[in-house]
């Protein structure tokens, strides 16, 4: 269990870790925490395994990618584009792209094919799950925003009221 679950997500921890190098994130917390992200992610990714294809794992992830982002961003008062960026980073379908390729350039074009539209399924799952995170946690904070400001207006109309 810990082989096939901790493991693989180590090194997704250990991934994100040197991405936060190469894209110069300077604060050790944030390069903790943006880290942890791409963990967090590959492990939804296996979580989701047993009960979902390779495009419905990938779209999982990154939705739990995305929310943690945003989550993060708030909590550390950060861009959530630097969590996400770099926990997204080991679900791309590197190999994906890879092995489309080879099989273009030795012409075995069933196999081009199938593991193209593929790798341009798991893309779109990345791409649509992250979509979807952002515009949820938008919603919920523009329901909150508005939640508040009506407190704030009967205040302000309390206030006045009492005030003649």
């Keep these: ?16 870790l040197v991405f936060c190098g190469i894209f110069n994130v300077h604060d050790k917390k944030i390069i903790f925490v943006s880290a942890l992200g791409g963990g967090l992610g590959w492990f939804a990714y296996l979580i989701s395994a047993p009960f979902a294809s390779v495009v419905m794992q990938n779209f999982i992830a990154a939705i739990t990618v995305a929310l943690f982002s945003e989550f993060m961003s708030r909590i550390l008062k950060t861009p959530s584009t630097v969590f996400l ?80």
């Design 1 to 16: 269990m810990f082989k096939e679950l901790f493991l693989p997500c180590l090194w997704a921890f250990l991934s994100s």
């Design 85 to 164: 960026v770099i926990g997204v980073l080991p679900m791309v379908p590197g190999g994906g792209i890879y092995y489309t390729m080879e099989y273009g350039v030795q012409g075995n074009t069933d196999m081009f094919i199938e593991k193209g539209l593929e790798t341009i399924a798991v893309a779109g799952a990345i791409a649509i799950g992250v979509s979807v995170a952002s515009a949820i946690f938008r919603m919920y904070s523009y329901f909150q925003i508005q939640q508040f400001k009506q407190r704030e207006n009967m205040v302000i109309r309390y206030d006045r009221d009492n005030n003649k």
